[in-house]
């Protein structure tokens, strides 16, 4: 069973669009919302990430929105690049524990 | 900035065969994550040590075995290795006593194939 449901799992952009990626969780005692970037064979990159307490967190492009009675949470990449495309994985962990990965989302924006 | 590394990074064995897969975590930093990644798969958690003490234990198969030496560095040794133990195999670590403990810092992985 997926601690962390993610989707979709796989998504075409348009160069300058915005990409979406969505995840929910349902175990309450999660306190650390990361993603992870992940090209082809490389090991995965943390992003950015958010904690509970916040609602919105950006980045540079990239942007987590967190609702946190919803139990739901997302990433948003303004002005998706080529460079941008690689399998995105959202993730949760508590306490400083194991990170328990979403099933990952492969993005392709397309030139 | 200094990153975590992983040797070797590729490896290839046979069946039945035992290997070795080291991690030398950032600089300071005392907790050290083994993950296994599948083709097309998010990466599972196998096992974690702090301060080379095992701090929890994931879906790791009683035929591999992990230690944190005294300079934080970790081994994860596999044995009577089968075919389905070809995968990504990623070394995470992280700061335990720091306001950013709950952040991982991924190695490059070693991938290893069983023939």
């Known amino acids: 069973q997926q601690q962390v449901k993610q989707s979709p799992q796989s998504l075409i952009v348009q160069k300058g669009g915005i990409s979406i990626i969505n995840c929910a969780y349902e175990?309450?005692?999660?306190?650390?919302f990361p993603w992870y970037q992940q090209f082809p064979g490389k090991g995965p990159a943390l992003l950015i990430a958010?904690?509970?307490?916040?609602s919105e967190k950006k980045e540079g492009r990239f942007t987590i929105s967190f609702n946190k009675s919803a139990k739901q949470f997302s990433l948003h990449i303004m002005d998706s690049q080529p460079g941008d495309s690689a399998t995105y994985f959202c993730?949760?962990?508590?306490?400083?524990?194991?990170?328990?990965f979403g099933s990952g989302t492969r993005l392709s924006i397309r030139p | 900035a200094a990153g975590v590394i992983q040797s070797p990074r590729h490896l290839i064995k046979e069946k039945r065969e035992t290997a070795t897969l080291k991690c030398y975590p950032i600089?300071?930093?005392?907790?050290v994550y083994w993950y296994q990644q599948g083709p097309g798969q998010d990466p599972q958690f196998l096992i974690s040590?702090?301060?080379?003490?095992?701090?929890d234990k994931g879906s790791i198969p009683d035929r591999f075995s992990a230690q944190q030496f005294s300079d934080y560095h970790s081994e994860l040794n596999m044995s009577s290795l089968e075919l389905g133990d070809s995968a990504l195999y990623f070394c995470?670590?992280?700061?335990?006593?720091?306001?950013?403990?709950?952040?991982?810092?991924f190695g490059p992985g070693t991938r290893l194939t069983v023939l």
């Open positions: 995470a670590s992280s700061l335990q006593s720091s306001g950013y403990k709950d952040t991982q810092y």
């Open positions: 175990n309450t005692a999660f306190d650390y």
């Open positions: 958010i904690r509970p307490d916040v």
């Open positions: 993730a949760a962990n508590s306490s400083a524990s194991k990170i328990i």
């Open positions: 600089p300071r930093h005392d907790t």
């Open positions: 040590f702090y301060e080379k003490m095992q701090s």
